[in-house]
């Protein structure tokens, strides 16, 4: 193995807001990285940070064994493996990293089987600012052989990765832990604006939650933008329009298996509210923003 490539290869395609930043940790942990994606802006950045561009997913197939894929859609999911499964190739490992329904990865995963390949279901917990500090926790399922051959990939793009057992595992931790998220994020914004409504300095808010038995992990991501009123640029975590395809898959599982979500299905309506109301672009923390003109806040 060359000095230029001390830890191998790896391929990402999708570098979005969660791809690239994972794409830009490897290549700066020492991997040669070969990513792709539709947005040439996107492949402009990962180049700029040493990621090395195919042309496309099945270019980056040809060239890597071992696959990170982060993807925006369901659609996109399926476009991808049609490409993979149809390039011929000997086998490959695919990690998918996105957050779909479980039937969708499940369709993927025959999919690439059929083709000779062995497919992953790893989704991550974390938003986009913890990727790019490598703030991630990786829940990976499927062949334990092959998420043993990854973890030290995992291990250059996250602080924690945990082999959850049976393919279809990872998605179902994820629907837990993003069902909390979801609450959280719109209780963080409810607790500020209650506190602008009582004359308290969004800023001195924070600060004292933090500090306090009421703090979570959300709270300290996304309060920082609400004392701001900034939900965009480098402080986009997760877009409203990609955090509603996440909402849906997460109702839908705990309908599907007959769980009551009274707190989960309480906090829907606000997202939506964002989205229908200009927020679509914008960071989840914009439910704050949502909550101010609901309350009559001012800022």
Not at 83 to 110: G, N
Not at 254 to 283: K, M, N, W
């Amino acid at each position: 193995m060359s000095a230029a490539t001390p830890k191998g290869q790896v391929g990402v395609i999708g570098l979005g807001i969660m791809g690239g930043a994972i794409a830009k940790n490897l290549a700066a942990a020492g991997w040669q990285v070969i990513g792709f994606d539709i947005a040439k802006d996107k492949c402009d950045e990962a180049k700029a940070a040493g990621v090395e561009i195919a042309k496309d997913a099945a270019a980056v197939a040809a060239k890597v064994t071992n696959i990170l894929v982060s993807l925006p859609k369901p659609e996109a999911l399926t476009a991808t493996v049609a490409a993979l499964a149809s390039a011929k190739l000997p086998r490959r490992v695919i990690a998918e990293l996105s957050t779909f329904a479980i039937e969708d990865k499940e369709f993927a995963e025959a999919e690439l089987r059929a083709g000779g390949h062995v497919m992953l279901d790893c989704p991550l917990s974390g938003t986009g600012a913890q990727a790019r500090t490598k703030d991630l926790v990786v829940y990976a399922s499927g062949d334990a052989q092959a998420i043993e051959g990854l973890m030290p990939v995992f291990a250059d793009f996250s602080r924690q990765a945990h082999d959850l057992g049976a393919f279809g595992n990872g998605m179902k931790m994820k629907f837990v832990a993003n069902l909390l998220v979801a609450i959280h994020n719109v209780a963080s914004a409810e607790a500020m604006v209650l506190g602008q409504k009582a004359g308290l300095d969004p800023a001195q808010i924070f600060k004292l939650i933090q500090a306090g038995a009421g703090n979570s992990r959300v709270f300290e991501l996304r309060a920082p933008m609400m004392v701001q009123d900034n939900y965009g640029g480098e402080n986009l975590t997760m877009r409203i329009s990609t955090w509603q395809k996440d909402m849906k898959v997460i109702g839908e599982y705990a309908a599907s298996v007959g769980c009551p979500t009274p707190l989960f299905s309480a906090c829907e309506p606000i997202y939506r509210a964002a989205l229908s109301t200009g927020y679509g672009d914008e960071d989840t923390a914009a439910v704050c923003a949502v909550l101010e003109h609901m309350a009559g806040v001012k800022r």
